[in-house]
């Protein structure tokens, strides 16, 4: 948690502290840096979730038993649960919050010259 703090503490020092040219180049260079990374992240956690273990838990059970789970000590033994529940609620919430903002950036929003 520290080190995501870090990172975004960095992105707004430099933002503030820098012209508007160098924040511009860094954000095309980590943009790009991105790309890359995001390929390797979501390979990776396709590549660790049992999509057969999810499917016949059923994502009520799994929600319920990781709601249980909560409130004792997760060991080593639920990590496909966790890792079910994780990759299930970004599938639930991604596209809401893309129809969300879909809905609602044009009252939200206005655009600057």
Do not use: H
Not at 44 to 56: C, E, F, K, P, W
Not at 82 to 96: D, G, N
Request: proline share 1%.
């Amino acid at each position: 948690m520290s080190d995501l703090l870090a990172v975004v503490s960095l992105a707004c020092v430099i933002k503030l502290r820098s012209t508007e040219f160098v924040s511009r180049r860094l954000s095309e260079k980590f943009g790009k840096l991105w790309l890359a990374a995001e390929v390797i992240l979501f390979v990776l956690v396709g590549a660790a979730v049992d999509i057969r273990y999810t499917l016949q838990a059923g994502a009520v059970s799994l929600l319920m038993l990781a709601v249980s789970l909560a409130f004792r000590s997760i060991g080593v033994l639920c990590c496909r649960l966790v890792l079910s529940v994780a990759v299930l609620a970004i599938l639930i919430t991604a596209p809401l919050g893309a129809i969300g903002i879909d809905a609602s950036y044009r009252k939200l929003l206005q655009k600057q010259e």
